[in-house]
């Protein structure tokens, strides 16, 4: 049977910090924008503060939808369902706020020792409503069994963010502050999304200037003598073979 809360009782408490995976979905107000689901995972990134309130390391991808959303209404579901045991859904329904990196509130939840990599921003909900059911629909969630939890997305943020650390703080295309910029700056909908990637600019580009007239005849002048040298340079053994005199007087 399905039961409403008003908050997260203390045995779902328990069994939420053993899941490996959650869904976040979120939505425009648009009628017709884009609804988005996210899976998320990475063991250590979903918190409970208490049974109203959870937060989440909300690491970097390819999009920011879910960021886009809640910064224009606030709406947000979380999903946990069981893939081993007996069959559970549990969703959160709550209003949630965007901290990003390098605000107060993200540096209190996410000091730099147990921030991940391509970490963004900490996403706080604050909890109204829990919708949990035992039995009927979580017949039709297989069974998987859990391995490991992958590491390439902490590879990929790790080594953009050392390419921004060696070009001087996010002056490199190939980095962190560029992916932002070019892929996390709105939503599909076109509402702004990552306000830190709307705030950074690409890297100036060192435009040449043309030499003066002066800088010319130099460079024409240095020209000129470096070819006359080499045909000297050229002819001198040539002149030196058929000429003894010439030939002593170069040894």
């Known amino acids: 049977m399905g039961e409403t809360l008003s ?8 069994w939420i910090k053993k899941q490996n995976v959650f869904w ?12 988005n689901v996210s ?13 109203r309130r959870v937060w989440y390391e909300d690491l970097s991808g390819s999009g920011a939808e879910t960021i886009a959303h809640i910064g224009e209404n606030g709406r947000v579901t979380v999903l946990f369902n069981a893939f081993d045991g007996p069959p559970r859904i549990v969703r959160l ?3 949630g706020t965007i901290h990003e990196i390098g605000s107060q509130e993200y540096e209190y939840l996410l000091p730099s020792s147990i921030r991940q990599p391509g970490s963004r921003a900490v996403i706080i909900i604050d909890v109204f409503k829990v919708g949990t059911v035992n039995q009927t629909c979580g017949w039709a969630v297989p069974f998987y069994a859990f391995q490991s ?13 050392r390419t921004d650390r060696i070009c001087g703080g996010g002056s490199s295309e190939k980095g962190m502050m560029a992916w932002w910029r070019t ?3 709105e939503s599909l909908d076109g509402l702004p999304a990552l306000a830190l990637a709307q705030q950074s600019s690409p890297p100036p580009k060192v435009l040449l200037r043309s030499p003066t007239q002066t800088q010319t005849g130099l460079l024409s002048g240095y020209a000129l003598a470096f070819m006359l ?3 000297v340079a050229s002819l001198v053994p040539i002149h030196a073979a058929k000429n ?8």
């Open 7 to 14: 908050e997260i009782p203390e045995y779902l408490i328990e």
């Open 24 to 35: 976040v979905a979120s939505a425009p107000l648009s009628a017709d924008g884009h609804v």
């Open 39 to 51: 899976p998320k995972g990475i063991e250590g990134t979903f918190h409970i503060v208490n049974s």
């Open 93 to 95: 329904y709550g209003k």
């Open 149 to 161: 939890h992958r590491s390439q997305l902490i590879d990929w943020a790790a080594k953009k963010e």
């Open 183 to 185: 892929r996390n700056a």
């Open 229 to 231: 040298g080499v045909a």
């Open 244 to 251: 003894p005199l010439l030939s002593s007087f170069l040894r």
